[in-house]
């Protein structure tokens, strides 16, 4: 089975609402997120070798409680988003096998839809 398929669990939405996308420039979110990226990999390459079949991907689980406070920083934080999407999407394509999002606001819809364009669109159909 998929038993030792890797899952990642975030508080997305309380990361979203914090404003804080201000915390840092974006080139240092890039390299602060890449190297969340390549523990990815590391774990992949674990899976991998413990089931003794190809990992090559992880369901990824946001938990989008809090997201209401992004009416606060929609601004940076869509700058952020944007620009993380661009390069994470470069460089690390289709890493993610699944997206579970949950707990999400009535007003997660209107903010994915302003999103979604800068999405690939693999990715926004996830």
Known sequence: GRSRDPVQFERIGRF???????AFKLGKWL???????????EELRTATQ?????IT????CGDLEGFEGIVWSVSSMMG????????????YPEVV???VLF???RMFAGVFKMFKPFMDPITASK
């Open 16 to 22: 979203l609402g914090s404003g804080s996308a201000k």
């Open 31 to 41: 390299q602060l997120y890449s190297r969340d990226l390549e523990h990815h990999f």
């Open 50 to 54: 413990a089931c003794g079949r190809p």
């Open 57 to 60: 991907g992880y369901t990824f």
């Open 80 to 91: 952020l988003l944007k620009y993380l999407t661009k390069e994470v999407e470069e460089f």
């Open 97 to 99: 096998d699944k997206i």
């Open 103 to 105: 707990s999400a606001p």
